[in-house]
């Protein structure tokens, strides 16, 4: 999801987005110093042999990489010491025409790689978009993948086709794109420079290869992206969902392969629509999995938050704040709909010891498998302990709002401070720590209550 300034409740920008993998996946929350290197650096993925020489300052940044690097390093999202924020990536798919005519590059750049090359190095979203555009070009992508950046001014959303070609979007100031696992952009305006990229010739490349069926526009999804039935079962419900949830008073077929990529929603966007929207499962409707529709509707499509999702997250910047409290990190650990959002400032120098712990098998010390448990346990009995699950949900939503007005105030009347980034960090750190605690607290109480679900107890008379 990504949300223009002028779309939001309080004038921030942010993009979001929920990372999926497995359902037993961990990953960790790291912050990358800021480094001068006396020699050129030489980046090789793990992943596919993507290499590539990087810059010698590299600058500070946030991540959440794997718990190993064996398959990758998926750093996926944060943001660096510039202000600029950054999530990679977002899964997509080319049709076959285009990838007849330009070849995904097996050992080109791909999503484990993208945070690390570029985050570090870019010192707004328009300079991300063609930082990364030129690595695509001259070294070919491996993957189809939509990226967002965003700063203090502008949000971007970027998708990659093919081995060389991809276009980049600014979203309005007024709108908002809900995006699930499709090349989404439209109309290629190439007159307006301010609102769009593209990869050089790829006018050229479309009309050279007669890759384009319409005879007056340029539909970057039409051209380049895939409307099968897949779609209609994996993505476009989900899209549907999230324009639902903010335009519901706009009818529209969750199945349609026409859901327009961007959109004005009937009301300002706040953080907490976000977080809604993508732990959603099509609430209030006959498709949630866990509602009372019908069971041929429950399963028919794919939920927005579901078990594979490792990590979601929402980066926030804020207006009219200085550079050390406008970028908060919002991260929620495991399935989106069974975690807690907690806010890390941009500028935080490190992270909490939970937060850099987890392997593939459950440890109690890990930030991931704390929120991972509450959620099995929820699972177990999700109508009732699902609620109670909320009510904790709640209460620690509006504490942490509180602390961060409260944490805003004080970094903003205290002059006497010099190193502010340690205060900054320490209270993200407390925050993460209180709803820890929090989500301890209830898993306690659902493992005691639990006890009594077991299949070999017996309702025997109390009194013998």
């Known amino acids: 999801m990504l949300v223009g300034r002028k779309a939001s409740i309080d004038g921030s920008i942010m993009i979001a987005r929920n990372e999926d993998s497995k359902t037993a996946w961990p990953k960790h929350f790291k912050v990358y110093p800021h480094t001068d290197y006396d020699d050129k650096q030489v980046f090789i993925s793990p992943d596919n042999g993507f290499t590539m020489e990087l810059p010698q300052i590299s600058g500070r940044y946030t991540a959440t990489p794997e718990w190993t690097d064996k398959f990758g390093i998926f ?13 990679a990536t977002e899964s997509a798919y080319a049709n076959e025409r285009v990838l007849g ?17 570029t985050l570090p190095y870019i010192h707004s979203a328009r300079e991300g978009v063609q930082y990364l555009g030129k690595i695509v070009e001259e ?22 086709a093919t081995g060389h070609h991809w276009v980049a979007q600014r979203i309005p100031d007024d709108s908002y794109a809900v995006v699930a696992n499709q090349l989404a952009i439209q109309e290629i305006d190439f007159s307006d420079k301010d609102n769009f990229l593209y990869s050089t010739g790829i006018t ?9 069926s319409a005879r007056d526009s340029f539909n970057f999804r039409n051209i380049f992206g895939t409307q099968d039935l897949s779609d209609a079962i994996y993505s476009t419900p989900r899209v549907w969902y999230g324009q639902k949830y903010l335009n519901p008073e706009i009818e529209q077929n969750p199945m349609s392969q026409e859901l327009p990529f961007i959109r004005k929603a009937n009301r300002l966007i706040s953080r907490e629509d976000i977080e809604f929207v993508l732990g959603s499962h099509f609430q209030g409707t006959d498709y949630d999995p866990i509602g009372q529709g019908p069971a041929d509707l429950k399963y028919k499509f794919r939920p927005i938050s579901l078990a594979k999702t490792q990590e979601s997250h929402i980066l926030q910047i804020r207006p009219n704040l200085p550079l050390e409290l406008a970028g908060i990190q919002w991260l929620a650990m495991g399935v989106t709909a069974q975690s807690i959002f907690v806010p890390f400032y941009a500028t935080i120098n490190d992270t909490p010891e939970s937060y850099k712990k987890g392997e593939a098998t459950y440890s109690a010390d890990s930030a991931y498998w704390k929120y991972k448990l509450l959620g099995i346990l929820v699972d177990s009995n999700y109508l009732e302990f699902g609620q109670k699950l909320k009510a904790m949900q709640k209460e620690v939503r509006i504490e942490l709002n509180k602390r961060i007005r409260e944490i805003d105030q004080h970094i903003q009347s205290d002059v006497k401070s010099k190193n502010k980034g340690d205060l900054i960090t320490k209270y993200s750190n407390e925050n993460a720590l209180y709803a820890s605690r929090k989500v301890e607290e209830l898993t306690a109480q659902l493992i005691t209550e639990a006890t009594a679900f077991s299949p070999l107890d017996f309702k025997t008379d109390a009194n013998l």
């Open 204 to 212: 050229e490349f479309v009309s050279l290869n007669k890759l384009n």
């Open 75 to 87: 750093a996926e999202d944060g943001f660096n010491e510039y202000g600029v924020a950054m999530s």
């Open 101 to 117: 005519a330009d070849p995904l590059i097996s050992d080109g750049i791909g999503e484990e790689a993208m945070i690390t090359v």
């Open 139 to 160: 070294k070919g992508a491996s993957e189809s993948n939509g990226i967002l950046f965003a700063d203090q001014k502008d949000a971007w959303y970027m998708e990659i």
